[in-house]
Each structure stands twice: as structure tokens, then as C-alpha cells.
Nanobody, 129 residues
């Protein structure tokens, strides 16, 4: 059974930092692109960042580029999202997700336009002003 379990969300003041974790199980970590989406109330879901399990390449959404860093620990089958300089508009439920990369598609295209195979239940990040 595939499981993606997020942790690390919470309440933080504007300008603060949080590190989200996603523990993955039930699939071959190296075969997947794993990362994060977020959805704020009343807004569409947005692909924030992802990392390729096979070659470590990364993608960042423009809205968070320069403020977030994604990393992976293959020994622990865990992906992390370090978020710094948080803003109130970063308030959202953050979901971990994992998808296979179709041949000839970049991870950015996958994360922006394709259906993703597996999802976690999400962790709430609230940034107060």
C-alpha cells in the first residue's frame, strides 16, 4: 500500500521558517518524482516543488522560488521542504505527492500539468501577519 505521510506544518509568524517532511512507503522511491502541492482556501491547487528520485533534479514554482528548498533522503524514503521568509499568502494545506515521469516530459511539466499518482492527506501551514 502506497503511503505519503506529511508532517511539520503549523502556525508561524510572517518571516519565519518551517520544514515539512513527507515519509513515503509502498513504492520504489527512486522511480518517482516526489514533491509538494498546496491549496489555499478558495484558490486552485498549486504545484510548489518537486524532486526526481532518480537524478535529484528539482523544480520550484515561481511563487516560492528563492524561499524554499526541496531535498530527499533516500535512506529514509523522505522528502523535505524547507520554507523560509514565509508570508501570510503562503497559508495553505500542503500536500505531498508522488508521480511517475512519462518519457520525454520534464519534471516541471509533470508537476504543472499532469495528474499525479499518489497523494498524502496534507498538513496545514498558517502564516500570521
Amino acid at each position: 500500500e502506497v503511503q505519503l505521510v506529511e508532517s511539520g506544518g503549523g502556525l508561524v509568524q510572517a518571516g519565519g521558517s518551517l520544514r515539512l517532511s513527507c515519509a513515503a512507503s509502498g513504492f520504489t522511491f527512486d522511480d518517482y518524482v516526489i514533491g509538494w502541492f498546496r491549496q489555499a482556501p478558495g484558490k486552485e491547487r498549486e504545484g510548489v516543488s518537486c524532486v526526481s528520485g532518480s537524478d535529484g533534479s528539482t523544480y520550484y514554482a515561481e511563487s516560492m522560488k528563492g524561499r524554499v528548498t526541496i531535498s530527499s533522503d533516500h535512506a529514509k524514503n523522505t522528502v523535505y521542504l524547507q520554507m523560509n521568509s514565509l508570508k501570510p499568502e503562503d497559508t495553505a494545506v500542503y500536500y505531498c505527492a508522488a508521480g511517475l515521469l512519462p518519457y520525454g516530459i520534464t519534471i516541471a511539466t509533470l508537476w504543472k500539468y499532469y495528474d499525479i499518482d499518489y497523494w498524502g492527506k496534507g498538513t496545514l501551514v498558517t502564516v500570521s501577519s
